[in-house]
């Protein structure tokens, strides 16, 4: 059903099936990818086993290469840099940006499917602008980090210029359906349909960081590790600058900055006018 959806060879042939989760179409789109792989690996097997029923028993490659080569999990693939972090086998490696935007688009995956049922089952309005207002808030850090820190580091290193700009396109029209929801009411028309959509950009968004921008930004020379721990704080600083306007009872901003989130808190009475109960 998912691929009857999608049309080869139309403007959109590289958006998945909208409705499904990102991570099915993740691995359905490497599966895929991986099936040629795959072919080809079978057939080298093949031709090496022929060859060995052939040849007499000879010392098995591990052994003769030493300890070294039991090390498990592949390095990445050379880099023009080297890195602690691009070099380590896979089952050592530190927890890096990737990782964590991960998480992110786990989590805002798995809130958006709870939307959809509480929109299926007519639910009190209080429990959906809840929930609605924790998934933007959710998306508003995360494209933050990106647009801040992952995108231009990606760009210094060279990463497909084109795919960063489409990214930063989709996030903007995903900013423009997070601020309509912000500024309205589940009671309002097409308020569920807002979210539903919101959820259909993400997923679309996210499939392409997943299986275009993310792998480039591992094979590439960036420091992984050393982005996720500015993102970390840089997060930790727009939820205590969200937390501090919440409390006031003003309207969040889309993107707080690091040098005016503090600032914004002290004067935001000011800038903004008092939110009605
Ligand atoms: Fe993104
Ligand atoms: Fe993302």
Redo the contacts with the bound molecule.
Sequence with gaps: MADDKTKRGSPDSKRLNKGEAYELAYARKKAKAGTSAKRAGAAKTARTRSASARAPAATPARSRLGPKAAVRGAPHPPTAKKTTENTAPRTMKAADAVDL?TD??LQVSALFKQYEKLAKKKAPADQRRTLAATICSLLKA?TTV?EEILYPAARKARIDAALLDEADIEHASAKELIAQIESGNPGDDHYDARVKVLGEYITHH?VE?HTEMFPKCRRASMDLVALRVRMEARKAELETGEAAMVEEGVPVPMAVSAESAGILSRISGSLFPVRNP
């Design positions: 935007l992110d688009h995360h990106e996210v960081e």
